[in-house]
T-cell receptor
Framework: AQKVTQAQTEISVVEKEDVTLDCVYE???????LFWYKQPPSGELVFLIR??????QNEISGRYSWNFQKSTSSFNFTITASQVVDSAVYFC????????????FGEGTQLTVNP | DAGVTQSPTHLIKTRGQQVTLRCSPK?????VSWYQQALGQGPQFIFQ???????QRGNFPDRFSGHQFPNYSSELNVNALLLGDSALYLC???????????????FGPGTRLTVL
């Protein structure tokens, strides 16, 4: 069985601060995919990134960056110079190749960026 | 190119009633998955449909059933509603992941069901 843990339930920062959202996953499969989704108050899940288990290269996209470490089963997400528009619930998710595209989500982290 | 659409947006039902939620996948997608997201929690996988058949199922009772039509659209049916069924129901579409490398799932805006 797969499991995703997001230990931070809520995080509150002041605009322009950097913030890191933690994600730890569990799986026995060797081929898997990790995701981050953003869920604004409207409810729709917005895809941010996908990484596969064979690619540990960190990625940067504008103010967003991701750190994938198989040794610690972690896939952390950092927002640099946070903005009020970043306020949302962020979900980390896991999918294993043997289960098709079925996603296992963490409980989410509510990020509030204050002006 | 229309994304994933769901209807209705909101729904209020009473305990014991039955409800049907609808989903139209993104153009070109043939696989539809349904998720239940209770307040303050992450989405939980209900089931997945491909070629009009249920291919995978999560840990949900038989009160939850579904259907996929030849045009790939899908319905989620919930019978004998309980208060605990109140949640946001999300539909996601993708290409058949068994045919190639992982295909991203695109999510719809969801249907918010309230059971009184």
């Amino acid at each position: 069985a797969q499991k995703v843990t997001q230990a931070q339930t809520e995080i509150s920062v002041v605009e322009k601060e950097d913030v890191t959202l933690d994600c730890v996953y569990e799986t026995r499969d060797t081929t898997y995919y990790l995701f981050w989704y953003k869920q604004p108050p409207s409810g729709e899940l917005v895809f941010l990134i996908r990484r596969n288990s064979f690619d540990e290269q960190n990625e940067i996209s504008g103010r967003y960056s991701w750190n994938f470490q198989k040794s610690t089963s972690s896939f952390n997400f950092t927002i640099t110079a946070s903005q009020v528009v970043d306020s949302a619930v962020y979900f980390c998710a896991l999918s294993v190749k043997t289960s098709g595209s079925r996603l296992t989500f963490g409980e989410g982290t509510q990020l509030t960026v204050n002006p | 190119d229309a994304g994933v659409t769901q209807s209705p947006t909101h729904l209020i039902k009473t305990r014991g009633q039955q409800v049907t939620l609808r989903c139209s996948p993104k153009s070109g997608h043939d696989t539809v998955s349904w998720y239940q997201q209770a307040l303050g929690q992450g989405p939980q996988f209900i089931f997945q449909y491909y070629e009009e058949e249920e291919r995978q199922r999560g840990n949900f009772p038989d009160r939850f059933s579904g259907h996929q039509f030849p045009n790939y659209s899908s319905e989620l049916n919930v019978n004998a509603l309980l208060l605990g069924d109140s949640a946001l129901y999300l539909c996601a579409s993708s290409l058949d992941p068994s045919t190639s490398s992982y295909n991203e799932q695109f999510f719809g805006p969801g249907t918010r069901l309230t059971v009184l």
